[in-house]
């Protein structure tokens, strides 16, 4: 028993040994590589030496853009590498180790920095450990989202495309001391930003189309020192818009068709037309400032949902105006305004023809002149004797009354006078004829006094509804104007956000896509 218990303790004692052996050969390894090591001193053999520092940018998700405001795009930093010939080892020296973990703070670095730094912070969130392989590359991947400035072109917002760009340089080293460049991988160089796509994660209102990487010269740097100094990721993303159409375009487009429909009111109803049209107003005005909101505060350009609904508002105003001015028409009256035969002619005979409108047949023009002929006509003693023209256009209780003379008063005293007097009744006819005179006379005048009255209502009537056919062609003609500007209008914008695609190649000149060949 004491003898397994023996054996045990030295099963443990041996573990515990190897295993403080291996975690010695990293700290073993950390401490010669460490010896004498200066890490603000650049890793070059000779002074002529120049260290070149690849980069690699992977992309895991698209952040977005910050805020359009402030016109930013939030990315992670690249993959740096480069060799320092100050950390190379033998790996059989320490049992095999290839790979050693030391920390950012202890070893030398290239300061690449973020130039079109956005918010002005240059710090990584985390100094992680970089990891260093026995021929002296050194792999650093620091944990930090950067802002780099994209600025915004709002021209076709929210149908546009951004062309955002990181630029990355060192702070602190020249051409002549570091070389900027591109990554390579099994002999091709990686001409793009990577994006794993097993491991990204699409982004919800931006679509990546382009994602080419160029290496830039300085073109303001001298020629002895000319060289590879920028390395630039560039990012051709498209916006998706569903969400705004949904949102923003869809009810204005719905809520401007409302004031398309207060044509279908009757033309006289114009105060329900224009409080629809005020109520449509209104509800595009907030839907205005929503999107004023998202846009960059610019005068360069106009956002294209501007433009729209700006537009949208122009088209309500004019049909609050059409409303204002057929509502003046419908309620015009003989009293006020008279027609002309021009007005008359175009408005009550061609227009209703070519709308196909269902117009009463206008009442002949003698009518217009029967009035003023019946108070001459009672002026001068005259009675209901005239024409049958002129009768076919009177009232119908004059008509009557006419009758009623002629087949009554006049033809029994024509009777009497074809028959001749009876004796002893001569005298009496004509002392009752005498009689009668003045109060037949009277009896005739108010007739036609009322005829009269009935004939100026009819005139009036007639006129009245003739501006009320006026105004009813008006506002048909209008309904045309605005449903054929609103619906070229809303297509014409809707075909410029169309024809607004990211271009197929990244460089325009440039036939390569800058992207991984197939398998």
């Not at 918010?119 to 026995?134: I, K, M, R």
């Not at 109803?269 to 610019?298: R, S």
Request: net charge neutral.
């Amino acid at each position: 028993m004491l003898r397994g218990q023996g054996l045990l303790l030295l099963l443990l004692l041996l573990a515990v040994c190897l295993g403080a052996e291996g975690r010695n050969q990293e700290e073993r390894l950390l401490g010669d590589l460490m010896n004498n090591y200066n890490p603000h001193l650049r890793p070059a053999e000779r002074d002529s030496d120049v260290v070149n520092v690849s980069l690699k940018l992977t992309l895991t998700n698209l952040i977005s853009l910050v805020s359009h405001r402030e016109q930013g795009l939030a990315t992670p930093l690249p993959l740096q590498q480069w060799c320092d010939y100050r950390l190379r080892w033998d790996p059989q020296d320490y049992e095999g180790l290839w790979v050693l973990r030391v920390p950012s703070t202890m070893v030398w670095r290239p300061d690449v920095v973020l130039e079109n730094n956005v918010d002005g912070v240059f710090e990584v969130a985390l100094y992680c450990n970089v990891l260093v392989s026995p021929d002296g590359c050194v792999y650093w991947l620091p944990p930090a989202i950067f802002r780099s400035a994209c600025p915004v072109s709002v021209t076709y917002f929210p149908f546009d495309w951004q062309n955002c760009s990181l630029v990355f340089q060192s702070q602190t080293y020249s051409t002549n001391e570091i070389n900027l460049q591109l990554s390579q991988e099994d002999g091709q160089t990686i001409e793009w930003i990577f994006i794993d796509p097993e491991a990204f994660t699409e982004n919800g209102e931006w679509a990546i189309r382009h994602r080419p990487a160029k290496m830039l010269l300085d073109e303001a740097a001298p020629a002895e020192e000319a060289g590879h100094q920028k390395v630039v990721f560039y990012l051709l993303i498209q916006r998706k818009p569903l969400f705004y159409v949904i949102n923003i375009i869809a009810p204005c487009v719905l809520i401007s068709s409302v004031a398309i429909l207060i044509y279908f009111l009757p033309a006289k109803a114009g105060g329900q037309k224009c409080t629809v049209a005020i109520n449509v107003l209104l509800a595009q005005t907030v839907f205005l400032f929503l999107v004023a909101k998202k846009v960059p505060e610019t005068s360069q350009a106009v956002p294209l949902i501007s433009k729209y609904l700006t537009f949208l508002l122009a088209v309500t105003i004019l049909i609050v105006v059409n409303a204002v001015v057929v509502l003046n028409v419908s309620l015009r009256s003989p009293h006020t305004h008279s027609m002309a035969r021009g007005v008359r002619k175009v408005f009550l005979r061609l227009l209703p023809q070519l709308l196909r409108m269902h117009v009463r047949p206008l009442a002949p023009v003698a009518v217009q002149d029967t009035g003023r002929q019946l108070q001459n006509g009672s002026a001068s003693g005259w009675s209901l004797t005239a024409g049958e023209d002129v009768a076919l256009c009177l009232p119908r209780s004059e008509l009557l009354f006419r009758q009623w003379q002629r087949n009554g008063l006049v033809r029994a005293a024509l009777e009497k006078l074809e028959k001749g007097p009876e004796p002893g009744q001569s005298q009496e006819l004509c002392g009752s004829l005498k009689q009668a005179a003045p109060a037949i006379q009277a009896c005739v005048e108010a007739c036609n006094l009322i005829a009269l009255a009935r004939h100026q209502q009819s005139h009036f009537d007639s006129g009245s509804e003739e501006w009320f056919l006026v105004g009813r062609v008006l506002d048909r003609v209008c309904f045309l104007a605005m449903l054929s500007l609103f619906v070229c209008g809303t297509a014409g914008i809707f075909l410029m956000a169309h024809y607004n695609q990211v271009p197929a190649l990244p460089f325009p000149g440039d036939p390569r896509s800058y992207l991984p060949s197939p398998d």
